[in-house]
């Protein structure tokens, strides 16, 4: 265990859906970050929130949109995604940003 | 359930040493295997993958690993560490069906006094 919590575990989506990721980090962390695990590729970093304002976006799509309402939560919200969209969506935190990160299991992304 | 351990929580190395860093996961299946870093004040950066094929990978900057299916292990060596290489390593594993989560280990700090 962490301390950092994603929900849900799995989703199946379409592509016409609208969901949200949620991730939760019990560790008192400032920094926030959302990663995409595409199978056999390795992490790619999506959006950093240091005590939430966000300082990162690595030029991702706007059918991806990151929510920071305070330091213990983060939500990436979902709207009109394509097949190529599914991956593994990892949360992950950090005292500050650019320190050890700490990973929540991910959620694991279908969208048909 | 999956876990991925790594046998130490801190390494202090004196630069020149050799290092190697233990990462053991629990699943049985098919793997693709990883190990990242994380220098101080920056991203994660991958070193290194395994999908299939040689079981012994070479990464960057010097550092190469060893797939040994038998005892579960995927450690991570180099023969000589310089100061520059203080930072955060993680292993982590995605199981090759990918219907299942993939972990990341706790992390091993390396400090290497110049």
């Known amino acids: 265990e962490t301390g950092v919590t994603q929900t849900p575990r799995h989703l199946v989506m379409g592509m016409t859906n609208k969901k949200s990721l949620k991730c939760e980090q019990h560790l008192g962390h400032n920094a926030m970050y959302w990663y995409k695990q595409s199978a056999k590729k390795p992490l790619e970093l999506m959006f950093v929130y240091n005590f939430k304002e966000q300082t990162e976006n690595n030029s991702v799509p706007s059918r991806f949109s990151p929510e920071c309402p305070n330091s213990s939560h983060l939500f990436l919200h979902l709207h009109t995604l394509q097949p190529e969209d599914s991956a593994l969506y990892l949360c992950?935190?950090?005292?500050?940003?650019?320190?050890?990160?700490?990973f929540g299991s991910g959620t694991q992304l279908s969208v048909l | 359930a999956q876990s991925v351990s790594q046998h130490n929580h801190h390494v202090i190395l004196s630069e020149a040493a050799s290092l190697e860093l233990g990462c053991n996961y629990s699943?049985?299946?098919?793997?693709?295997l990883f190990w990242y870093v994380q220098y101080p004040g920056q991203h994660l950066q991958l070193l290194l993958k395994y999908f299939s094929g040689d079981p012994l990978v070479k990464g960057i900057k010097g550092f190469e690993a060893e797939f040994i299916k038998s005892k579960f292990s995927f450690n991570l060596r180099k023969p000589s560490v310089q100061w520059s290489d203080t930072a955060e390593y993680f292993c982590?594993?995605?199981?090759?069906?990918?219907?299942?989560?993939?972990?990341f280990g706790p992390g091993t700090r390396l400090s290497v006094l110049p």
């Open positions: 982590a594993v995605i199981p090759d069906n990918y219907g299942q989560n993939f972990v």
């Open positions: 699943y049985g299946g098919t793997v693709n």
């Open positions: 992950a935190s950090s005292q500050e940003e650019g320190e050890k990160l700490f």
